[in-house]
């Protein structure tokens, strides 16, 4: 961070996290930011939902990333979390560690955060500032109808494995950030950069997949990493054509194909969504995806049985060992 100016906690949080908003009268936020604590009010008949995330400077984004990137990233991975749930977002509190309260760092950060936050509906009801380590956690809380939540447990034996989006993106953009990576290809370059600092979630896409879809959950650790969790979850095997992955045309552009496959498998931090969908409700889910202008693509099964099992072109594959970890 940089910048001659540095701020009070609480001219810091009223100048930056308690401007107005177009969800700032939200009727539902009987009070917000600048109390103990905030007061909502939940729909009838829904059913809370709530997550929360940290991200960590060095760790889940380098130290010199930009500020509104920062911000932006920070509510989109707990977006995310509300999507696999088919849930409609609403509020958040941040929790907000920095070095110093730089103003023009905190001024980039806020615009991220508070455009993604307005995009979804989002209002930030409260929270807590201090000196440390940059480090950003946010909860998200939102609902859905009682009782109609996706979980991962939800799938069933025969239901098809889709995604959204594409894979594998975000790890590309991460290695060229850091210079691990490199190409002449800009307009590649620029997409795939983009696809890791400013990630979308599907939120909407979430939403019209409830009711359809058995089971869901967001891919932030890389299919490797993720999957397991679902059909241990559901009590099944999961079987998948690493063929079939969805890589974007920026991605395909550059021929790193071997690696490119590694990054949809392992990488992490795509944030699309992996959904369980019985056979006869497939196309309906893809109508919900076209309206969205969003890919779709199935990449296997759910059978009888335990463990991931991966082919390519029609034999066994060896997948990498494990996806991303907080703790490797």
Same mark, same amino acid.
């Given at each position: 961070?940089?910048?001659?100016?540095?701020?009070?906690?609480?001219?810091?949080?009223?100048?930056?996290?308690?401007?107005?908003?177009?969800?700032?009268?939200?009727?539902?936020?009987?009070?917000?930011?600048?109390?103990?604590?905030?007061?909502?009010?939940?729909?009838?008949?829904?059913?809370?939902?709530?997550?929360?995330?940290?991200?960590?400077?060095?760790?889940?984004?380098?130290?010199?990333?930009?500020?509104?990137?920062?911000?932006?990233?920070?509510?989109?991975?707990?977006?995310?979390?509300?999507?696999?749930?088919?849930?409609?977002?609403?509020?958040?509190?941040?929790?907000?560690?920095?070095?110093?309260?730089?103003?023009?760092?905190?001024?980039?950060?806020?615009?991220?955060?508070?455009?993604?936050?307005?995009?979804?509906?989002?209002?930030?009801?409260?929270?807590?500032?201090?000196?440390?380590?940059?480090?950003?956690?946010?909860?998200?809380?939102?609902?859905?109808?009682?009782?109609?939540?996706?979980?991962?447990?939800?799938?069933?034996?025969?239901?098809?494995?889709?995604?959204?989006?594409?894979?594998?993106?975000?790890?590309?953009?991460?290695?060229?950030?850091?210079?691990?990576?490199?190409?002449?290809?800009?307009?590649?370059?620029?997409?795939?950069?983009?696809?890791?600092?400013?990630?979308?979630?599907?939120?909407?896409?979430?939403?019209? $997949? *409830?009711?359809? #879809?058995? !089971? +869901?959950? @967001?891919?932030?650790?890389? &299919?490797?990493?993720?999957? =397991?969790?679902?059909?241990?979850?559901?009590?099944?095997?999961?079987?998948?054509?690493?063929?079939?992955?969805?890589?974007?045309?920026?991605?395909?552009?550059?021929?790193?194909?071997?690696? $490119? *496959?590694?990054? #949809?498998? !392992? +990488?992490? @931090?795509?944030?699309?969504? &992996?959904?369980?969908?019985? =056979?006869?409700?497939?196309?309906?889910?893809?109508?919900?995806?076209?309206?969205?202008?969003?890919?779709?693509?199935?990449?296997?099964?759910?059978?009888?049985?335990?463990?991931?099992?991966?082919?390519?072109?029609?034999?066994?594959?060896?997948?990498?060992?494990?996806?991303?970890?907080?703790?490797?």
């Amino acid at each position: 961070m940089t910048g001659a100016k540095s701020l009070g906690e609480f001219e810091l949080i009223d100048r930056f996290f308690s401007r107005p908003s177009s969800v700032a009268a939200r009727s539902d936020v009987i009070l917000g930011v600048g109390d103990d604590a905030a007061l909502l009010c939940m729909p009838a008949g829904a059913d809370l939902v709530a997550a929360v995330d940290t991200v960590v400077a060095g760790r889940h984004f380098p130290l010199d990333s930009d500020a509104r990137s920062i911000g932006h990233r920070a509510l989109a991975v707990n977006l995310s979390d509300i999507a696999a749930m088919g849930a409609t977002p609403a509020w958040a509190t941040l929790a907000l560690t920095m070095p110093r309260a730089d103003e023009q760092w905190l001024q980039g950060f806020a615009d991220g955060l508070m455009a993604l936050a307005d995009a979804h509906g989002v209002a930030l009801v409260g929270g807590d500032t201090t000196s440390g380590h940059l480090t950003v956690s946010i909860q998200i809380m939102g609902h859905v109808p009682r009782g109609t939540a996706m979980l991962r447990s939800g799938a069933r034996e025969g239901d098809l494995l889709v995604v959204t989006g594409t894979l594998g993106d975000a790890g590309a953009g991460l290695a060229l950030v850091t210079a691990r990576m490199a190409t002449d290809d800009r307009a590649a370059s620029d997409h795939l950069i983009e696809r890791f600092e400013y990630p979308i979630p599907r939120v909407q896409f979430g939403i019209a $997949a *409830r009711g359809i #879809a058995n !089971a +869901a959950m @967001d891919l932030s650790d890389g &299919l490797v990493g993720d999957l =397991p969790k679902l059909a241990r979850a559901s009590g099944l095997a999961a079987h998948v054509d690493v063929g079939r992955l969805p890589l974007s045309r920026a991605m395909q552009s550059l021929g790193w194909d071997d690696q $490119a *496959r590694d990054w #949809a498998l !392992a +990488a992490g @931090d795509d944030y699309e969504l &992996l959904l369980a969908v019985p =056979p006869t409700r497939l196309d309906e889910l893809s109508d919900a995806a076209h309206r969205l202008d969003l890919k779709l693509t199935a990449i296997g099964e759910l059978r009888r049985g335990n463990g991931v099992h991966w082919t390519l072109d029609g034999r066994a594959f060896s997948a990498p060992a494990h996806g991303y970890d907080h703790f490797l």
